[in-house]
């Protein structure tokens, strides 16, 4: 299911570096999200977007950024990469008037050093 | 703010039993229920969900029960297989706005 494209899937670098993940998707769906997967700790909302206009924080936003490139794409920033971001970053995307169920990208796995 | 908290953490069963997993919600204006697997290296995908006007629902051996009065909902599988084995999470979603997840459960189906 390539419906919902990350780039890049792995990442190293290095404490300081700035980082950019990209998301893309071709379902056409409006709202975006981006998530942050910690063992023991679940899935946790960094960013979420309705629409090119709409940007909204989520629970843990402090350190991120995000830009709605158009709306299809929706990136994920790091200015200054730290060792606790180490993490594996998940995209997702919902339809307006679907079902509310999340479709996820592959996921991009990000190791700061 | 909004929090939703998943039990157990891991869980360990024999293959053909049955395995339960609970969470609770906090926030009340909350009124959707999914439920993700998230297998091995893979992403997260959709098995079953619930709305907040129904308080159960069943897909062959999987089945949700929701009590909005104790902000209480669970996953029950039955007949458990070896390829149930993978990570569960449960969420909660206000008008599918945003979608905020429990921690997750390891589930092992012992054969």
């Known amino acids: 299911d390539a419906d919902v494209t990350q780039t890049p899937r792995n990442r190293i670098t290095k404490t300081g570096k700035r980082i950019m993940l990209e998301c893309s998707q071709t379902?056409?769906?409006?709202?975006m999200y981006w998530y942050r997967q910690d063992p023991g700790l679940g899935l946790r909302l960094i960013y979420y977007s309705f629409d090119v206009k709409d940007i909204n924080k989520g629970e843990i936003s402090d350190g991120y950024s995000v830009s709605r490139q158009a709306q299809a794409k929706f990136s994920l920033s790091l200015e200054s990469a730290i060792p606790n971001q180490t993490a594996l970053y998940f995209c997702?995307?919902?339809?307006?008037?679907?079902?509310?169920?999340?479709?996820f990208g592959e996921g991009s796995r990000l190791t700061v050093l | 703010g909004e929090n939703v908290e998943q039990h157990p953490s891991t869980l360990s069963v024999q293959e053909g039993d049955s395995a339960v997993i609970k969470c609770t919600y906090s926030d009340s204006a909350s009124n959707y229920f999914p439920w993700y697997k998230q297998e091995l290296g893979k992403r997260p995908q959709l098995i079953i969900d619930i709305r907040s006007n129904v308080g159960e629902k069943k897909d062959q051996r999987i089945a949700v029960t929701l009590n909005k009065t104790a902000k209480h909902f669970s996953l029950h599988i039955t007949e458990t297989q070896p390829e149930d084995s993978a990570v569960y999470f449960c969420?909660?979603?206000?008008?599918?706005?945003?979608?905020?997840f429990g921690a997750g459960t390891r589930l092992f189906v012992k054969a």
């Open positions: 997702a995307t919902t339809g307006t008037t679907g079902t509310g169920e999340l479709f």
């Open positions: 379902k056409g769906h409006d709202r």
């Open positions: 969420a909660a979603s206000s008008m599918g706005f945003k979608t905020i």
